[in-house]
């Protein structure tokens, strides 16, 4: 369509455009102490100038104001506060504001008010106090001393609450918190309250009782640890026969007072007192019995009589010695096994604490003392029992293991320090053995005989219970000793032959090596084969796993078994393996004197069984017997190999990749410039005038922000939405808005009537090309 031709001065004026918000700030809200940043962007034609005000108060200098963004940066927010951003131009000015809540934590609740009380709970209830919402209240309470401190109850979402397990007639102190998402808040004003009464939870204390003249006494007690509440007196129950019914002891009532006088005792006769506490609520329980005398002069019962440490033969007894006027000479003590077992007594002088030695194991026994002085002896106290600790014996004797002359008994025993002697008994023999060796080789027995061991330790020693253990001895199967066959080509090798045995018993056959030399050449005294420590020889088996390399390197001092078999075969090379054995054959070492014999496991329905050969004739190795380093063959030869070729082949590929990228870099190069040098194809020369000005003309906003590959659009944006659009903006500033370009296409008669609107002209480097007209330059 035809329209009006507009200059370029109006066309600016047309585009002028008043300042709006395209991010405006946002109300948060942040802890007490917290850190904030409030961003507030605004657009326009011209450009906004934008700064941040506190209610009258310019927070960005004037000189300072940045264009289109700015980003209000808070630490230390301790009140909340109404921030402003203002945008301006020549063409208006706006304001958005941003509310910066400081939550706060809640405030106190009001006083608890104690609405019901029993003995041992408090219940409350209270007012919120906060107008917004609380997650849940805690309470804190405490009985009211100096020293007590505050229990606490959380997780209380109710403003009433029951607080129990408390102390009865006690007062108490409560005051109340409450929490919100914040955190917890100042406690409330504490309320006082005491708890009711109940009756004494404990009976009264040092209860002691003293003869007087004309056939009285007088008693005296301290108050209880747990009156429950204001005691309004004590009973006082006496009696000359423990055994009755407390209903029919005579009660003696006392009122405000801790000690009483009772007459009228019957002289010579002995009296059991028991005294009670009682409140308005009820009677407490009784305190434990004591006894007195009544005769002038006599002392009165010990005090506090109690158990002191304990082992498994004696047990420590302490106590408090009684008043008495005419002074204790000496104190007797009985103490029995049961009931029903004689009465042991023992006198000993004026002390505080004595230890009963000589006591059986795992035994109670009962106590009871007095004192003696010169008029006489006094009350008993009550008895006191305790048991003595279990001993440090030992026990679970059994038959380790057995062979034709031997038999190894073991048993268990704990750690100790001290040596414990047992004695063994069998055959009319004895033997003597430190309990700590948990094992004994009883040798020189006889083969395929049953014996019966006889074991009494220390603890037994004085006619207690024995250890009985049976064992047989094995049957002398392996009667010949194995032969060797020494050849000297083609090579120095050692061949055993067995002779025939009887597999019918047998469970495995095992070949032992002994070496006769130690590392410093001396002879090792050669012990019976019966006599070894099979147990400790069957420990060290090897079953094929390690490489000869390996098996030289081990120590070869000590007697070891080289072969293992299910069947015996009829000959074997020692140092070489064998298709029939299951452990390694350790090659042996030149210049070493050495010994076998045959090793026989049989079935035994006690403990183990073993049958031994004879040794053999004494060989020594040459020096150079067997090679301590033989060349690896088979699997050692593979773990060397292996890496070696695995690292050759990994740099092999490397290297292949190397040249292959290398050629492709050089195949492409002159490709590259064939393709520039075609004349058939239109050489790239920028016209885009944005692209020229980039290229000609570079601001630091165009260095800044270079373009980016289409593959990258999309990682790119979201790099410019991030941190609240932050790099969008400073790339949104560093456009040049000084920056023109041309119309003059756009302004042609011929593509007037193709623009959208009549007065809005594209720039020539926007506009969309369309057809263009042969002969006239722009047209499209």
């Not at 608890?112 to 919402?133: F, L």
């Not at 076998?596 to 190795?621: I, R």
């Not at 932050?726 to 808005?737: A, F, G, N, T, V």
């Amino acid at each position: 369509s035809a329209s009006t031709p507009l200059h370029p001065s109006e066309l600016r004026e047309v585009r002028r455009v008043p300042p709006r918000f395209s991010i405006p700030p946002t109300n948060q809200e942040i802890m007490p102490g917290g850190s904030v940043n409030i961003t507030c962007v605004a657009v326009g034609s011209p450009m906004p100038y934008v700064k941040w005000m506190l209610n009258s108060e310019d927070l960005t200098p004037e000189d300072e104001m940045p264009v289109g963004r700015n980003v209000l940066e808070l630490s230390s927010v301790r009140e909340s506060a109404n921030y402003t951003c203002v945008a301006m131009s020549s063409l208006g000015m706006i304001e958005a504001v941003a509310q910066i809540t400081v939550k706060s934590l809640p405030k106190p609740p009001g006083t608890p008010v104690v609405t019901e009380t029993t003995a041992t709970s408090v219940t409350i209830t209270w007012d919120s106090g906060n107008p917004d919402p609380v997650t849940y209240y805690i309470i804190q309470y405490r009985a009211k001393s100096p020293d007590s401190k505050y229990e606490t109850v959380d997780d209380i979402t109710t403003t009433r609450y029951s607080i129990g397990g408390l102390y009865p007639n006690t007062e108490y102190e409560i005051r109340v918190s409450a929490v919100n998402t914040i955190g917890q808040g100042p406690p409330s004003e504490p309320v006082e309250t005491r708890t009711g009464e109940q009756a004494p939870a404990s009976p009264p204390r040092n209860v002691r009782a003293e003869i007087l003249p004309q056939n009285s006494m007088v008693v005296q007690w301290e108050e209880p640890e747990e009156p429950n509440g204001q005691i309004k007196g004590y009973r006082v129950y006496y009696t000359m026969d423990d055994s009755q019914p407390m209903s029919l002891w005579h009660i003696h009532n006392v009122q405000d007072s801790i000690l009483t006088t009772i007459q009228s005792l019957v002289p010579e006769e002995t009296y059991a007192i028991k005294v009670l506490a009682f409140t308005s609520v009820g009677d407490g329980p009784f305190s434990e019995a004591v006894s007195v005398k009544v005769q002038q002069g006599v002392p009165g019962q010990p005090s506090k009589f109690q158990v002191g440490a304990v082992s498994d033969t004696s047990i420590e007894l302490t106590w408090d010695p009684a008043y008495d006027k005419e002074g204790i000479v000496r104190y007797e003590l009985r103490y029995a096994e049961s009931k029903f077992s004689t009465l042991i007594k023992k006198d000993f002088p004026p002390r505080r604490s004595y230890v009963v030695e000589g006591l059986r194991p795992n035994t109670e026994y009962r106590f009871s003392l007095a004192a003696i002085s010169n008029k006489g002896i006094g009350a008993f106290t009550n008895e006191i029992s305790e048991r003595t600790l279990q001993a440090n014996v030992p026990k679970n004797f059994t038959v380790k293991w057995v062979t034709k002359t031997t038999v190894v008994l073991a048993w268990k025993f704990s750690e100790s320090r001290s040596p414990y002697k047992c004695t063994i008994e069998y055959n009319r023999q004895k033997m003597d053995v430190d309990a700590r060796q948990l094992k004994m080789f009883i040798t020189g027995l006889r083969p395929n005989t049953t014996y019966e061991f006889r074991v009494t330790c220390q603890e037994s020693m004085d006619g207690g219970p024995r250890h009985r253990v049976v064992a047989r001895t094995a049957p002398h199967i392996l009667v010949k000793k194995p032969k060797l066959d020494i050849y000297a080509e083609p090579e120095n090798i050692l061949t055993m032959s067995f002779p025939p045995v009887s597999t019918k018993d047998v469970k495995n056959f095992y070949v032992v090596v002994v070496p006769l030399k130690t590392t410093t050449g001396t002879v090792k005294n050669l012990k019976n084969p019966d006599e070894m420590d099979i147990e400790e020889l069957l420990r060290e088996v090897i079953l094929k796993r390690r490489s000869r390399r390996q098996l030289a390197q081990l120590d070869q001092r000590n007697p070891y078994i080289t072969a293992c078999f299910k069947q015996l075969p009829t000959s074997f090379t020692v140092g070489s393996d064998h298709y029939l054995s299951s452990c390694e054959n350790k090659p042996l070492e030149p210049g070493q004197e050495y010994v076998f014999f045959l090793l026989a496991e049989l079935n035994a329905t006690v403990g183990k069984m073993f049958a031994t050969s004879p040794h053999t004739d004494t060989v020594t190795t040459p020096e150079m017997v067997v090679d301590p380093l033989p060349v690896e063959t088979g699997d050692g030869l593979i773990w060397v190999v292996g890496p070696v070729l695995a690292v050759v082949f990994i740099i092999g590929i490397v290297i292949s990749i190397l040249l292959l990228k290398n050629r492709k870099r050089k195949e492409s190069e002159p490709r590259t410039k064939c393709l520039l040098n075609n004349a058939d194809i239109m050489p790239h020369h920028p016209t885009d005038p944005v692209e020229m000005r980039r290229i000609n003309f570079q601001t630091p906003g165009m260095m800044n922000h270079p373009p980016i590959p289409i593959s990258e659009l999309a990682e790119h944006t979201e790099l410019l939405k991030a941190n609240d659009n932050l790099k969008l903006s400073q790339e949104y500033e560093s456009i040049d808005p000084g920056q023109q370009f041309t119309w003059e296409h756009s302004n042609l008669e011929v593509n007037k009537p193709k623009n959208r609107y009549a007065n809005v002209i594209a720039y020539d480097h926007s506009r969309v090309i369309l057809a263009p007209i042969e002969g006239i330059t722009g047209s499209d």
